[in-house]
């Protein structure tokens, strides 16, 4: 059977403070002295072999000194027996001791060798500093230096094995082969997953000498045979994460070539991939969610559905239901449930279920072993007649009251929900209840709107048969009254100014619905026909890049223009002129004049209902104005024109 070297170089660390790979023995050598110094000593000098074995032997220290005349002998005992140091002379029979530390060297990079000889000079010591020397002794006085001998020896393999003793402790697992892919160094964590690569149940001391790939079959083919042939064949070293499947492990390796063969760091990091795994899939879980809350094409049920899935999904969960409270009753709204033994619709006593502490308590309630987190919960129907062993679930609060709650169990109990479950299960369930306050907001102002609009239609019906009547009647007593005409014509101004509220009012009735046919026309269109309504001699229209297109309601975006126009020469005891023209990049348009303008101070007031400044305003028309722009999504905004007047931009209205 080929002998194996025991050693063999791994990588440099920092917890070991090492500057350089290091080679570390086999410390459970089959010689039986493992506790003990072995020291091979190399000379052919009887004397000197005397002196040196007597003064290790008479050491209160335990020196194993085995005694080899030659070179070659040396090395064939480094073969077949483990040594913690080397001590030679420098003229040996077969060859200089300068060349045997340079073949000592091929197997252990730092192995302790010692040169205790009276043959060198400065040639000889540069060389042995060249080739590893651990250190260098005199003989002369042999009785003296056999003893400085002693201490350097004991100094030289306390390092040595201090240094192993610290990678041994280290809990990354190491493990270095031959060129022939036979092991010949494993630390403590390197036997134990090697061992269980193996499927060995007992001691793994005898893994030395064993080929990894005999020894190992199922790496055969992996990444890492791939890996290791690599570094072998190149003389580079590598780094690689790895899924080894026969233990179900990921790890990090670090691979370390030398002539003679591979070292090997390798780390177990199942759970930092299991860690990063999670982290993405509660990635996917969030974008789920957020794509479909945010989808236009869905209802409110429909995202429930979808939620409650996903939710079922990440907990792993039975059943999964938004249910609503009905007085005593807990109505099922909208459920999954992969046993069929709810529906939606189904309704229970609410005082049997576990969601009855979620409402009472107004907080989530998390019940991973209901027997063992809350026992007395166990006498509800829920867990006596449905089976239901664990319980996560977060009330729905609605406008500051309890709505329902939305849930998630099942009949198995777990050892526990996770942080990032209890918060999944929150954050859906405070979507539903701001969805649930917004939509009754909306149902609200939809009725609020009606009875808007009702009543803005009674007033133009029940107020313009009269308001005619009476002009009608007007003209007849303008035909025979020979009065002063100016009580006949504040008479008309009056009901001409009635009608004018009329209008305004039916105005801002419609104003708060929001554009949902918006079509596309001609800007320049829209602006004549507004213009042409605007009774004024004096004022003038410019137009700055109108040939564009503009896209919402076409009757109220001139009702907008009209109201803007007539503001402008209204306000204005001048001739005035209003300026038009587009905002860049099809953001929007302008209106401005050059009239009076608006005290900076009092812009923030002029879309309120009824701010006017003119002696005949009604104080809405800003107000409709505004109200159209916001049906259409966009924003109005009034500052300083550059002629002094007044300028209002309109942004969020598509022009192009």
Known sequence: MKAYRRYNFIPTYPETGMDTPVATPNRHGADGTAGRVRVLYVDADCDDITAVTETLSGSPDEFTVTVCETADDALTSLENASYDCVVSEYRLPDRDGIELLRAVRDQSFDLPFLLFTDDGDESVASDAISAGVTDYVTKTPLS?????LRQRITAAVARYLEEADILDRMT????????DWEFTYLNERGRRVIGRAMALDGDTADLLGQNIWEAVPSIEGTEFSKQYRRAMTKQEPTSFEGYFEPLQTWFDVSVYPSPTGISVYFRDITERHRHEEEIRSRERTLREIYGVISRKDLDFEEKVERLLEIGQNALKAETAALSHIDGDM???????????????????????????????????????????????????????????????????IVDGSVYGTFCFYGTERRDSFSEWEVTLVELMGNWISYEQER???EQELTRQRNRLEDFASVVSHDLRNPLNVAVGRLTLVDEEYDGDPEHVESLRRSLERMDELIDDVLALARGGHKVI???????????????????????????????????????????????LFRNSVEHSNDPVTVRVGTLADGRGFYVADDGPGIPEDERDEVFERGYTTSDDGTGFGLAIVSEIVDAHGGRI???ESEDGGVRFDVTGVQVD
Request: charged residues 30%; negative net charge.
């Open 172 to 179: 990354d697992g190491f493990f270095a082969v031959d060129e």
């Open 637 to 639: 905004t009034v500052a």
């Open 144 to 148: 003296e230096q056999t003893e400085l």
């Open 517 to 563: 046919d918006a079509t596309e026309t001609s800007l320049d269109d829209i602006i004549t026909a507004a213009w042409d309504t605007v009774e004024s001699s004096d004022a003038t229209l410019e137009r700055v890049d109108t040939d564009a297109r503009i896209t919402g309601d076409q009757t109220r975006l001139q009702q907008l223009f009209e109201n």
């Open 439 to 441: 939509e009754r907001r």
């Open 330 to 396: 807990y109505v099922f709204e909208i459920v999954r449930d992969r046993t069929g033994a709810i529906e939606a619709g189904d309704a229970v006593p609410l005082d049997a279920t576990n969601c009855e502490r979620a409402v009472v308590e107004e907080q989530t309630l998390v019940l991973a072993d209901i027997a063992a987190d809350r026992p007395e919960l166990t006498a509800k129907a829920g867990y006596t007649e449905m089976g239901i062993s664990c319980y996560l679930g977060t009330p729905v």
